[in-house]
């Protein structure tokens, strides 16, 4: 195991002292990894086998000829049929090459033209065991259903306009603190329809940047048949989602991001693919194998769609591409890789607690596989690109997934925090107030693996989904129908839905990670949750939709949350408090419902009392001087009811208290928080 032992394995162990007892597996998979390295190299080296987009499927050449080059290892004749050639079968048939390749060349016109025209349809027809099947090739970069009302399949179309858009703006510099706006382009227009990725560039783009965020993670951009998949059920992984426009409007979308300094992360699905056989991947051969596993392990049971065998050095070739197609030719900066808990076990997850200790990780419910596939994508992607963001969604706490390859680790940069919208889900729906235990709460905050970063979120796209609801619905329900007004009475049921949405926002991103993430319309508290048109309710758009419209009224209560959630960003921005280290969480008190903690130079001092409000409250700070508020819940900017005055300024004295060097005495309301900040002398 020496040989394959990580270089610097020995900073993994100081970080977590109980991995010395998996030292040999760490070692294993690493070897492993290093196996993978060397089969590429034997395929032409990183470099080449990752840019294997300008070889495979179509391209232009400079001459204007078409060369086409396929991974088909099961068929026994490919032939590319089109508009172009009147759909012949026998006008443009692949030649067989080695090791399941075929290629075929399609000259230029006599004038030197394209002999494909730019936008028309083609496909391939694979022939196997005496059928044949019209296909769309694994790299084809722009699908669409051209009559959705009569069918949905989708067709292949050549991508080759005669003015491409060029990228005009320079990358931002990768953010030290990542405040993630996390948005799907289809719902993100308050009218019935599913928007384009231009009227999100012009008209949502502007508010995302004006909140206060300085990253994006867009979803569901790679193409998906099915819409109500909300983006994971993917057909065809280097094609953008066509729904929203083409590839020149994707473009233009990151270029103004870019523009405005926004950091742009694509959600991008390695996990599993769509089993649509017509229009997707699944038996693009002909076989069941293929990029596939040909066996049980290449079906996902719960979530009917199918697995890559990520032993296949073609399967690599095809997702390793992907990647860097996604960063070179659309201009993302980042991933957010989905499903990484299923990928990493047999199991997938399914029907486990992950309560088995460390045993857990490292036995044989492991997937090697995946691990490694990991390992090769997050040690490719930083290489090459220094720029380069990854996140994990993975729930299962799996040691090393966010500390670097040459450690043993997966090399992702944050993993997402997702117990936590989990808790603030189960205390809403089972939990009174006066019974909220702050303890807990804070400990469940706090609780993650130790120098791995983690993403802290309150909700996500998950919990909006249709059978759960945003919190804001939770909190407040139908009374948000008729009393969001400001004309309208503040309501109990109102009032306190305002406050805790606020509390649990300030908390989460205080405690809970070293970076940020909001789902679109959450940041104003978007009521209802998300239903995606299907036939189940009559194809309606009524819940699949971004009421921006209810922020924009000003005689309406939803602005003092966006309001709040924006000084949020703002502070956060103008201090870097989640990038600063861990906080230090001096006092939580079950009784007075109280949480003080201190971290980025600042001191978080929140109430969740239902009702008790305290005055000269005793709190503990280990730097002497004087504070001043920075960021207080209980404005009238924000809802609230103006208790505290902004203009206090707290001077310390020299008897220490709740472990800290020195006491501060403040007023704070029930249901409200005060962020304090020291005053230069």
Not at 441 to 462: C, G, M, Q, T, W
Not at 504 to 523: K, P, V
Request: glycine share 8%; charged share 25%; proline share 4%.
């Amino acid at each position: 195991m020496s040989n394959t032992r990580p270089p610097k394995i020995d900073e993994l162990l100081k970080v977590d002292p109980y991995l010395h007892d998996f030292q040999d597996e760490i070692s294993r998979r690493y070897g492993v990894f290093l196996d993978y390295q060397r089969r590429i190299e034997e395929c032409g080296g990183m470099e080449a086998f990752t840019s294997s987009y300008k070889q495979f499927g179509l391209n232009v050449q400079p001459d204007n000829s078409v060369k086409g080059l396929e991974w088909a290892p099961a068929a026994e004749k490919l032939a590319l049929i089109g508009d172009f050639n009147n759909w012949n079968q026998d006008a443009n048939v692949y030649t067989k090459e080695e090791h399941g390749k075929w290629s075929v060349t399609v000259p230029a016109n006599a004038d030197g033209s394209c002999a494909i025209p730019h936008n028309s349809v083609i496909k391939i027809a694979v022939s196997r065991h005496g059928q044949t099947y019209f296909k769309l090739s694994p790299w084809a970069t722009y699908v669409t259903c051209p009559n959705p009302k009569e069918t949905v399949i989708y067709h292949q179309n050549f991508w080759n306009p005669s003015e491409k858009y060029q990228m005009k703006e320079a990358r931002p510099a990768r953010p030290a603190s990542l405040r993630i706006y996390e948005a799907h382009v289809g719902i993100s227009s308050h009218e019935g329809k599913i928007n384009t990725y231009r009227a999100f560039a012009d008209e949502v783009l502007p508010r995302i940047k004006h909140q206060g965020y300085n990253a994006i993670q867009l979803m569901a951009v790679m193409e998906h048949v099915y819409y109500a998949s909300f983006g994971y059920q993917v057909s065809n992984f280097f094609a953008v989602s066509s729904r929203c426009g083409t590839p020149e409007d994707l473009k233009y979308l990151v270029d103004k991001a870019h523009s405005m300094g926004i950091f742009m992360l694509l959600d991008v699905v390695h996990s599993h693919a769509s089993k649509n056989v017509e229009d997707g991947l699944n038996q693009w051969d002909g076989s069941n194998g293929g990029y596939f596993h040909d066996n049980a392990r290449g079906f996902h049971n719960l979530w009917d769609s199918r697995l890559f065998d990520y032993t296949q050095i073609e399967t690599l070739r095809f997702l390793l591409s992907n990647v860097r197609w996604w960063v070179e030719e659309y201009g993302f900066d980042g991933f957010r890789f989905d499903g990484v808990t299923s990928m990493i076990y047999h199991s997938h997850g399914m029907n486990d607690s992950f309560c088995g200790g460390y045993p857990m990780y490292f036995g044989l419910n492991a997937d090697t596989d995946s691990l490694v596939y990991l390992m090769l994508a997050n040690d490719f992607l930083h290489k090459k690109y220094p720029f380069m963001v990854t996140i994990a969604e993975e729930v299962s706490g799996m040691p090393g997934i966010c500390r670097p390859v040459e450690e043993g680790g997966q090399g992702f940069d944050y993993r997402l925090a997702m117990a936590l919208p989990d808790m603030w889900i189960k205390i809403l729906k089972h939990t009174s107030d006066e019974d909220w235990k702050i303890e807990d709460i804070v400990f469940n905050l706090e609780n993650r693996r130790y120098a791995e970063k983690h993403v802290a979120y309150a909700e996500s796209h998950d919990q909006a989904l249709v059978g759960d609801k945003t919190i804001a619905f939770w909190l407040m329900d139908k009374e948000m129908y008729d009393f969001m007004s400001t004309d309208s009475p503040l309501t109990p049921i109102i009032d306190r839905g305002l406050a805790l949405h606020k509390l649990i926002r300030l908390i989460t991103i205080g405690l809970g990670g070293e970076a940020w993430l909001n789902f679109i319309g959450n940041e104003f508290g978007h009521p209802e949750w998300l239903d995606f048109p299907r036939v189940g309710n009559g194809e309606s758009f009524h819940y699949a939709r971004r009421q921006f419209n209810l922020v924009d009224a000003d005689y309406l209560r939803y602005k003092f949350l966006n309001n709040w959630d924006r000084e949020m960003m703002l502070l956060e921005e103008r201090t870097g408090f989640l990038h600063k280290g861990y906080a230090y969480t001096s006092w939580k008190h079950d009784g007075d419902k109280v949480v003080v903690f201190e971290r980025g130079g600042l001191v978080f001092v929140m109430n969740l009392h239902p009702n008790k409000s305290f005055a000269d409250y005793s709190i503990g700070v280990n730097t002497a001087g004087k504070y001043r508020i920075a960021l207080n819940s209980d404005d009238a900017q924000f809802g609230g009811h103006s208790r505290v005055d902004n203009g206090t300024v707290f001077h310390t004295s020299d008897d220490g208290y709740a472990g800290r060097r020195h006491r501060l005495q403040v007023y704070i309301p029930c249901r409200s928080a005060i962020v304090l900040e020291k005053v230069d002398e």
